[in-house]
């Protein structure tokens, strides 16, 4: 695996974190999840940009958002105990088939 995906993976679990803090701060009431969020999210593009410095913006993107949303939509319904519909779970599937053909594009 080289850097630049070892750079995506470190930027898609950042985003998840931030994004996971972002409830967690309920609206910037809780001080501690609010500041969290900027620093997950400033992680999370410096590793993107160092990410795009090898890797095509179209796969490198659409891996990032796509495994971000997938994460944030399993930990929704694990940890905030979200609804977990058929349409839903078939959704987080076409998800990651997307993101798979996109990346066996390049």
């Not at 750079?7 to 679990?13: C, E, G, T, W």
Request: aromatic share 12%; with cysteine; net charge positive.
């Amino acid at each position: 695996m080289s850097t630049s995906w070892i750079y995506l993976i470190a930027a898609i679990l950042f985003e998840v974190s931030g994004t996971t803090c972002m409830k967690l701060s309920q609206g910037f009431t809780k001080i501690g999840p609010s500041i969290l969020i900027a620093v997950f999210y400033g992680l999370c593009f410096t590793f993107l940009t160092l990410a795009l410095k090898k890797l095509e913006v179209s796969v490198a993107y659409s891996v990032w958002a796509g495994l971000g949303t997938v994460l944030i939509a399993i930990i929704g319904i694990i940890w905030f105990r979200e609804s977990a519909t058929l349409i839903k779970l078939i959704s987080i599937g076409l998800i990651i088939m997307g993101v798979i053909g996109i990346n066996a594009s390049s």
